[in-house]
């Protein structure tokens, strides 16, 4: 709702669209940029992802690897993967859930997992 019932800046309008498809992009950058870690096992396998869900790194302690037993390890893999996926989700909705609420409420925009 306009104040004084004028008609909006269309300018004024565009512009802070704009501005906030500029902010997001840079958010977006950042999170790629920005590393996560999960873990699983107490710490004896750590999986780092970007912000944006991207595998970048996986250790695994020497401990953990019991050639009997390979079944266990896969699941300490895909347990530290899935913590280090939420952390990226969390650090997503820290980043973008604002800039999203901005664009009209944070549901239904293509691209956002969110």
Known sequence: M???GGQPNMQQLLQQAQKMQQDLQRAQE???NTEVD???G???VRATVTGAGELRGLEIDP???DPEDTETLA???VAAVQAA???AQALQQQKLGPLAQG???GTGIPGLPF
Request: without cysteine.
């Open 2 to 4: 306009i104040p004084g």
């Open 30 to 32: 950042e999170l790629a």
């Open 38 to 40: 999960g873990q699983a």
């Open 42 to 44: 107490g710490g004896l």
């Open 63 to 65: 401990k953990a690897v």
């Open 75 to 77: 699941d300490l893999i």
């Open 85 to 87: 996926n939420e952390n």
């Open 103 to 105: 664009l009209g409420g």
